[in-house]
């Protein structure tokens, strides 16, 4: 019963991230239309900050990897070593966030905020998107570590952690092409 | 029986209705089949072999399916294969049938949208007038840049001359440009020129209007095209051309203000520039962007 | 403080003309008569016990149904009042309506008609018909069926409620094009009314059509591989897919006129770079594939009806499926034939021309497969076979019609004309809501016990049909006469009777609309005439009918085993060689527990959106924090079902059995 109830759940949820995934193409394709709009203002070249981006990069890549060993531990049902590692993902991911923040207030502090132009339009949508993702993500670990002391690893419970982590890995992905298409490309071209 | 009585009643009404639509048409005013200028003409063919095609296919599939249905009716003693489905032979007509008929129209298709395209110019003897187009709430205003002089909701053109319109939009949603004797229509954008290329192969009064909802005023943003001869339409030139009543930039932003129902009204000497002045202004970096070049 | 609290609300913009202080009037009438009608039986725990908190398909898909006919009816007092205008306003007369009273009017039209009628007759029946075909007891997701119904109904809300708290509605067509829907030329909470309800009822089509996608990938009955699948479940297969491709496309594009109008971005604004070309792109990226998403279904109801009626197996099956594959990767490759008149040039256009025409062959080959399993068939004559006779009538011309529109010279002409308008009526009603019409009353004794009456069903199919033909034909020979659509007043006085036969035939549709309403009365009173409890009243085909009418609640005491196509005609066929039945053991199986979690977080998502409309931030706080709450509790619970022990079922199902032979 249960492995039928997995196979449905998990099946509903790869479609689930299929459809956040067009949501994501359509905020990208926005991007890229509108990416030379800057109406006289900046663009993206002078805006970002390359190296703050990479290392806002590499604490999500190291969060993601963190939480794949968390779904190991947790079919090998080691509790505290589910436990770390999801505190770990979690304080990783509130770093990445805390960073994208600063560097929104940054700009904003600098008067590009995204009522100036149709560039910075989709660049704050498209990337604050994704911000509001890891945002619902950290909430989720939350819970689910609530949820994991308080149940113990459950058949549910793993499941839970397995859709956590599809989704945490999926956003990592969306984050790559962020950092490709907005990031690189916008300094490159 | 009381089936064939039934259908014989249907078919009565419907040939009473369709002659009831046929008296009406012809005291109305069927514009599209009835085109004035070279566009509408190669359009209207297109209407044409549409219409031929909709009897040609419409009604004996119609009539095919009701002979089936009534032939095989239950009790009629017909053959009766439970079984039977559509062979290979069957599917293979069945797809060929629509895709011959589809080839063909698309065929069709192709070269019609290259031949009527509204970015073509028009090949003919006289020189093309050029026209440019500001769709505004809720008006059009009509600036003839080689004349210097401007209208609006009232078009005069010479008969047998090719029109280039350019279009764009003020301070104004999407907008459609339609003349449907002459040939349709091209949408005006703020910040963007789209293009037109129409003539009127006769001289004539054509009701043109907007095809595109932009809002309050929109049902009256109405106007009259004036096909006239070649001396007429110098004259009707020469006569604004000597008017008082200029379009200066303060009379101008009074025309973008919104106003509904407008009458035809004539400017002389409009700003030098004032189209592109228009386009350049939702663009800060000053480059128009040509819908043709997108 | 009066900001943070009602945000732009004040006591001015409460409804204070005739129209609203009715409808908030009406609805309040019809709202007390409702609650004492219930306080007087008793009845509101039996409501929300055994329906509003129900995860059993039947139960959601019957009140699906019931709301899109309040919302048909919502949507045709609308089309009458456009219809009267325009009747009415020609020359010196501007009618009886004001320009931006009856732009709201043909905008509300739209979408109800579409994201509420149409989508919720069609989901209804998916509810009710897909487990039963493919031999499932329930949806993949039963939490995610039940919060989908109540989001949709959350959205109807929404879209009527500026009756009754003020405001208006959009006045920019259905779909809100940018940049008239942008705040420079709509400031007014219109637009904002239209985001939120088609936002909150957009997501519930989105979990819908996840839902039936999972479940007809992961849940059919042994030995029903996709090739045996009945056409309705293929189609709503199908359908499903192109919900969840487009209608994220459809959530983010209003996401981004939202930030437009709430934090004064640029998307889709004039100024600033803002690109409206890019929101036209985007909304018939999803637009045109709603159209088949509504009307795939059809078609499936269609293939269903006509070999039920036929007596006979469906006819080129295998074409039938690849045909309805086929329509729906095309239909995501035709959405710039919307705007043809945009000016993309020559070639853009005609390659998008040339894919809008190619849809036309799966469709021809669908009719001509129609009329294979017709041919040499045992017809009966039923009225759900009258819908279908209907549907090829309309469907005919209508799609001649759009081939001829998917030619962009032919466009350039016909493009926002009333001939469009007619073309995509004759789709929409002849195909999608005829297909229903027919689908409706195949089911109903499926679900009721009881057959509707017939002689009323033909009468009624014969008032809309010829109803129908007066309506639009006028439409489309006004296209021709260069008429735009969407005018308030017009100059031609040569248009005036065109637009009078058009009333006059909408006349004939509400007589057979009135016929329908009497039919389902009269068939209610004579139910005892027209019982069937054999479960099987057409002598029919698929899986659905092998259960008893109406079905249990677990549909199957035993899950069928399915041996082929058309899987309960084989086992009548069986049945009629080896009469003796097999010994039947029952098993242990779970069922959803009922839950009022979707309720509740779809009310939340109405405060919200409610709250979102009128810039009331605290408490559209309040309303996603609740929605939050609602989706925590509901996570933490782990026992969402009950298990149905083999003594119960044998219980219940001798209990049935008795129930029939009494």
């Known amino acids: 019963m249960h492995e039928e109830k997995n196979e449905k759940t998990f099946l509903g949820f790869w479609i689930y991230l299929m459809t956040d995934l067009l949501m994501f193409a359509g905020l990208f394709a926005a991007f890229i239309v509108l990416r030379n709009n800057t109406f006289g203002g900046v663009g993206g070249s002078q805006i970002f900050n390359m190296p703050f981006v990479l290392v806002e990069t590499l604490f999500l890549l190291t969060s993601s990897f963190t939480c794949g060993v968390a779904l190991l531990l947790a079919h090998e049902k080691k509790l505290k070593g589910v436990i770390a590692m999801l505190c770990t993902t979690f304080l990783l991911g509130a770093g990445f966030l805390g960073m994208e923040l600063y560097e929104f207030s940054h700009l904003f502090s600098e008067g590009h905020t995204y009522q100036k132009s149709a560039f910075l339009s989709s660049y704050f949508a498209l990337v604050g998107t994704h911000g509001l993702h890891i945002t619902a993500g950290l909430l989720w670990m939350l819970i689910l570590i609530i949820f994991i002391l308080k149940k113990g690893l459950t058949q549910g419970g793993i499941r839970k952690i397995t859709l956590m982590s599809l989704f945490w890995h999926f956003l990592d992905i969306v984050w790559i092409f962020i950092f490709t298409i907005v990031y690189l490309m916008g300094v490159a071209l | 029986m009381k089936h064939k009585a039934k259908t014989v009643i249907f078919l009565i009404d419907a040939l009473s209705i369709a002659t009831l639509f046929v008296i009406l048409a012809r005291n109305g005013n069927l514009q599209l089949l009835n085109p004035q200028g070279y566009v509408a003409q190669g359009q209207s063919t297109l209407l044409v072999m549409a219409l031929v095609l909709a009897f040609c296919i419409g009604i004996p599939l119609i009539l095919f399916t009701l002979f089936i249905v009534f032939r095989y009716q239950e009790g009629n003693n017909q053959a009766y294969t439970p079984e039977w489905s559509a062979g290979k032979k069957l599917t293979t007509a069945w797809w060929s049938i629509p895709a011959c008929i589809i080839f063909v129209w698309a065929i069709i298709g192709w070269q019609s949208a290259h031949a009527y395209d509204p970015y073509n110019p028009i090949i003919a003897q006289s020189k093309p007038i050029e026209i440019e187009v500001v769709a505004l709430r809720w008006k059009w205003l009509f600036i003839y840049p080689q004349e210097n002089i401007a209208t609006v909701n009232y078009l005069e053109i010479p008969a047998n001359t090719p029109i280039d319109f350019q279009l764009t939009a003020d301070n104004a949603p999407m907008n459609s440009f339609w003349i449907p004797s002459l040939g349709g229509q091209i949408y005006a954008m703020t910040g963007m020129v789209t293009q037109i290329h129409l003539m009127a192969n006769k001289p004539g009064d054509y009701p043109g209007g907007a095809a595109e909802m932009s809002g309050e005023g929109f049902s009256g943003m109405n106007f009259t095209v004036k096909a006239t001869s070649n001396k007429e339409y110098s004259q009707w030139v020469q006569s604004i051309n000597q008017s008082a009543n200029m379009l200066d930039t303060n009379g101008y932003n009074k025309l973008v203000e919104p106003s509904t129902n407008n009458q035809g009204k004539e400017f002389s000497q409009p700003n030098k520039n004032l189209f592109n002045s228009i386009v350049a202004k939702y663009m800060s970096n000053g480059n128009t962007i040509y819908m043709s070049q997108m | ?662």
């Open chain 3, 1 to 662: 403080m009066w900001n943070l609290l009602f945000g732009k609300l004040t006591w001015n913009s409460l409804p204070h003309v005739w129209y609203t202080i009715g409808g908030t009037l009406t609805l309040m009438l019809m709202g007390a008569v409702a609650a004492a009608v219930l306080t007087y039986t008793k009845r509101w725990k039996w409501l929300w016990n055994e329906w509003l908190t129900s995860t059993d398909p039947k139960r959601i898909g019957i009140m699906y149904i019931i709301v899109a006919l309040l919302m048909l009816f919502r949507g045709a007092l609308d089309a009458i009042m456009i219809w009267m205008q325009q009747a009415l306003s020609v020359g010196s007369s501007t009618g009886y309506l004001s320009a931006d009273h009856f732009q709201q009017i043909f905008t509300a039209h739209g979408d109800i008609m579409v994201f509420f009628a149409t989508m919720g007759l069609l989901v209804g029946l998916m509810n009710l018909v897909v487990p039963l075909q493919i031999g499932a007891r329930d949806l993949a997701f039963p939490f995610l069926n039940t919060l989908g119904f109540w989001l949709y109904v959350a959205g109807a809300i929404l879209i009527n409620m500026f009756f009754v708290f003020g405001g208006d509605f959009a006045a920019t067509g259905w779909l809100a094009q940018a940049p008239l829907s942008e705040l420079q030329f709509s400031p007014g909470v219109g637009v904002d009314y239209w985001i939120w309800s088609l936002q909150v009822s957009g997501l519930g089509s989105l979990l819908a059509g996840l839902n039936f996608l999972v479940t007809i990938l992961k849940m059919r009955a042994p030995g029903m591989t996709l090739m045996r699948m009945p056409l309705f479940v293929w189609t709503t297969l199908c359908s499903s897919i192109l919900v969840v491709t487009v209608f994220p496309i459809l959530a983010i594009t209003i996401a981004m006129l939202t930030l437009d109008r709430y934090l004064g971005m640029h998307f889709f604004t004039t100024t600033n770079g803002g690109n409206p070309m890019m929101y036209i792109n985007l909304i018939w990226m999803w637009g045109h594939p709603e159209v088949y998403i509504l009307v795939l279904p059809s078609f499936g109801i269609f293939s269903e009806v006509v070999s039920t009626f036929s007596h006979k197996k469906l006819a080129g099956y295998t074409s039938q499926v690849l045909a309805a594959i086929f329509v729906t990767i095309l239909s995501l490759m035709v959405w710039l034939h919307h705007f043809f008149t945009m000016g993309a040039g020559a070639d853009v256009n005609a390659i998008f021309g040339i894919s809008t025409m190619i849809i036309a062959i799966p469709t021809g080959v669908q009719i001509f497969n129609w009329l294979s399993t017709m041919y040499r068939g045992r017809i009966v004559l039923s009225s759900s076979l009258y819908w279908f006779l209907g549907f090829v009538a309309t469907f005919t011309f209508g799609g001649i019609a759009g081939v001829l529109l998917a030619s962009p010279t032919a466009d350039y002409q016909l493009h926002n004309s009333l001939f469009l308008v007619a073309h995509f009526h004759t789709m929409i009603v002849g195909g999608a809501l005829f297909g229903l019409f027919a689908g409706i009353t195949y089911w109903f004794p499926k679900f009721m016990g009881f057959k509707l009456n017939e002689k009323l069903g033909k009468t009624a199919f014969w008032f809309w049909l010829t109803g129908f033909f007066l309506a639009f034909i006028p439409l489309y020979i006004l296209g021709y006469m260069g008429a735009t659509r969407r005018l308030d007043h017009y100059t031609n006085p040569a248009w005036q009777p065109l637009f009078i036969i058009s009333v006059l035939g909408f006349m004939v549709i509400l007589a057979g609309v009135t016929t329908q309403i009497l039919q389902i009365i009269i068939s209610i009173k004579n139910r005892k005439q027209n019982m069937d409890l054999s479960g099987d009243p057409w002598d029919a085909r698929n899986l659905e009918w092998a259960t008893s009418s109406p079905p249990p609640f677990y549909n199957y005491a035993v899950i069928p085993e399915v041996h082929g196509r058309d899987a309960f005609w084989e086992m009548k066929k069986e049945m009629k060689e080896n009469p003796q039945p097999a010994n039947v053991e029952y098993k242990d199986f779970e069922l959803p527990k009922n839950t009022p979690f979707g309720i509740y977080l779809a009310g939340f998502a109405l405060l919200f959106g409610f709250a979102m409309v009128w810039h009331m931030f605290l408490i559209a706080g309040i309303g996603f924090v609740g929605m939050m709450v609602c989706l925590i509790i509901r996570a933490f619970d782990e026992e969402t079902e009950y298990i149905l022990t083999a003594q119960e079922i044998a219980k219940l199902e001798q209990e049935r059995k008795d129930h029939i032979y009494a």
